[in-house]
């Protein structure tokens, strides 16, 4: 069954609070939607999140390279030839990572529709049940306080922390955090690039010293300094993730053969879809490094192709992927959330819909 049509919409989706990272401030996100038909009428679909901060992709780059450069190659193109599919995306272009996402994402939702299986049996199965964590964006110190209070009354075992902009004053951030949650909650801290290898080690071992158990900290320094992560890990005794060092198969190869890193964060932003991250996921389990998969800030359409990837691969053992509770009204739904648990509907493909 051959591939009719490929369209392309954005939609403006306001967030309930101002999300604060190291690297940006964001009171809305921009969904770019891809609505993939098959000439039987069957109709998969795909998102992606503009970043320009970490990825480079603009809304308006993103919706170009989808329509003028990887739908030509598509069309009329079997839906079945999965492989060949994916080799046409990621070679259409370089770079324009969230634009190929967005397209094979929709080419697994709408095989798998196809074959009326939903998108984990396909990846292998349900494997894991994963705890979700919820983030606690950059602010004064008595806001991310009553914030990571609320975040526990409302059923949530893991808080992952933005931090990077003012490093002293993240020592005390999270140290109060870590007082007023209690020893029961787990800490994950991301610095979003924002230290320098210096102050990564003079934080982390301040936080050892006072004995926070803090679980991972998350890529401490800028993207392409490896050899920075890797000093990092051998002088702190707290887990390293590296996050935006991470985009495809070939940086996992020099991350894992570096020993870099503790773990290793796959967001389909970043690897241009679920072929690559599958492909990073394998070589971090035969290097017996541990991955979590999280998103940029993205509707509820490409977190589904990470929740169920995560449930479907043994190496994703963590999961960030608290994105569309950030906004204020999601348009769509498929992804149940209850607490800190993320479970997926039994529907085919995706198994994500547009609310009524």
Partial sequence: MNIQSIEVSVEKLPLIKPFKTALRTADEIENVIVMLRLENGIIGMGAAAPTVAITGDSTEGIKGIIQSVITPQLLGKSITQLNQLSKIVQQSCVGNTSAKAAVEIAIYDTLCKFWNIPLYQFLGGKTNQLMNDMTISIGEEE??????????NNGFSIIKIKAGKDWKKDIERISAIREAVGNNVT???????????????????????????????????????????????????????????????????????????????????????????????????????????????????????????????????????????WIKEEPFEGIIYEENTIQVSGDSGLGVKRKR
């Avoid at 806001?143 to 526990?152: G, H, L, N, S, W």
């Avoid at 003079?202 to 890529?219: F, G, Y």
């Avoid at 800028?222 to 993730?241: C, D, F, S, Y």
């Fill in 143 to 152: 806001k991310m306080v009553t914030e990571a209070k609320q975040i526990v």
């Fill in 187 to 325: 800490l994950r801290v991301d610095a979003n690039q924002g230290w320098d290898v210096k102050h990564s080690i003079e934080v982390i071992r301040e936080w050892e010293k006072d004995r926070l158990n803090i679980e991972l900290v998350e890529q401490p320094v800028r993207a392409h300094n490896i050899t920075g992560l890797k000093e990092i890990k051998r002088n702190v005794q707290t887990p390293i993730m590296a996050d935006e060092s991470l985009f495809s198969p070939r940086d996992a190869m020099k991350l894992l053969s570096e020993q870099a890193v503790d773990y290793l964060n796959i967001k389909l932003m970043k690897t241009g879809g679920i072929r690559r991250a599958l492909q990073i996921a394998d070589m971090a389990e035969v290097a017996e490094i541990e991955c979590m998969i999280g998103s940029m800030m993205e509707s509820s359409v490409s977190v589904a192709a990470a929740v169920h990837l995560a449930i479907a691969h043994p190496n994703i053992t963590k999961i960030d992927l608290d994105a569309p509770l």
